[in-house]
């Protein structure tokens, strides 16, 4: 069964809307807020939380959502690999 068993999170952009992704085992889910574009050139507020198959993703304040996966996986399984956060396309250079 530890094979079978993957975890996975997310942030990503896509369509100018923020999603966040979590997959515990089997079960994915993916929480999104369409009414709120995060591509206009503005810095945002993301707070992003999860607690055993539960998640809530809220920006700047305004909109919030919640969502789990269901099941019983509530632990993420990282598999003894690695672990990253961030993400530039193309750094060349760090001020």
Request: hydrophobic share 35%; glycine share 12%.
């Amino acid at each position: 069964m530890a094979n079978s068993f993957r975890s996975q999170f997310s942030l990503q952009v896509k369509n100018g809307v923020l999603r966040y992704i979590f997959r515990l085992g089997d079960r994915m889910k993916i929480l999104s807020i369409p009414q709120l574009n995060v591509t206009d050139d503005v810095y945002h507020t993301v707070i992003v939380k999860r607690q055993g198959n539960r998640a809530s993703l809220q920006i700047d304040y305004r909109g919030k959502v919640e969502g789990t996966t269901g099941g019983v996986h509530k632990l993420l399984n990282m598999g003894g690999g690695s672990f990253f956060t961030g993400g530039l396309p193309n750094v060349t250079e760090v001020r």
